[in-house]
T-cell receptor
């Protein structure tokens, strides 16, 4: 069965620390990959996405993610976090063909200490 | 431009009552999804609609849950004989196609007493 794993459930960092959130998926075919973010009290919104091309994609607010096909991974990174990055981050995978399954990971709660 | 809207924003109901949650997707979005987010947990897929195709109901947790969508517009999620474990935030999202970016509504917070 298709699945998405986010191994870090809770992350606490100080401001200016570097961030890497892991995302691994299980699916043998071609996929679209997404990171969504939910700031406290706000809607879920798209942070960045990968459909094809350069496996290093850049999103809003200085976030980037790298698709490594051989590792089935799409890790999210930010060189220097800010207090305002405190939020919950969800990785999602969508196969490009076959039956629909848009699968979300269970999320990672990030808390950045000022 | 209008985003995805959901109503009501909050719903408190008594155990055993039926509730109906509404979602208005972005105009032109053919795909519509319902998710459940329990406190402290991730997104749980419930059902999705894609154009005129039969909906994928594989995520519905029991036969007390049902959903309808009129064409490519409004969708309603109905929960019959609510139970306390149904308490959660119910999120709706829409997208241009089933593999594209999803745009989420603000959710309906359901509390079953």
């Amino acid at each position: 069965a298709q699945s998405v794993s986010q191994h870090n459930h809770h992350v606490i960092l100080s401001e200016a620390a570097s961030l890497e959130l892991g995302c691994n998926y299980s699916y043998g075919g071609t996929v679209n990959l997404f990171w969504y973010v939910q700031y406290p009290g706000q809607h879920l919104q798209l942070l960045l996405k990968y459909f094809s091309g350069d496996p290093l994609v850049k999103g809003i607010k200085g976030f980037e993610a790298e698709f490594i096909k051989s590792k089935f991974s799409f890790n999210l990174r930010k060189p220097s976090v800010q207090w305002s990055d405190t939020a919950e981050y969800f990785c999602a995978v969508s196969p490009t063909s076959g039956t629909y399954k848009y699968i979300f990971g269970t999320g990672t709660r990030l808390k950045v200490l000022a | 431009g209008a985003g995805v809207s959901q109503s009501p924003s909050n719903k408190v109901t008594e155990k055993g009552k039926d509730v109906e949650l509404r979602c208005d997707p972005i105009s032109g979005h053919t795909a519509l999804y319902w998710y459940r987010q329990r406190l402290g947990q991730g997104l749980e897929f419930l059902i999705y609609f894609q154009g005129n195709s039969a909906p994928d109901k594989s995520g519905l947790p029991s036969d007390r849950f049902s959903a309808e969508r009129t064409g490519e517009s409004v969708s309603t999620l109905t929960i019959q004989r609510t139970q306390q474990e149904d308490s959660a935030v119910y999120l709706c999202a829409s997208s241009l196609s089933i593999t594209d970016t999803q745009y989420f509504g603000p959710g309906t917070r359901l509390t079953v007493l």
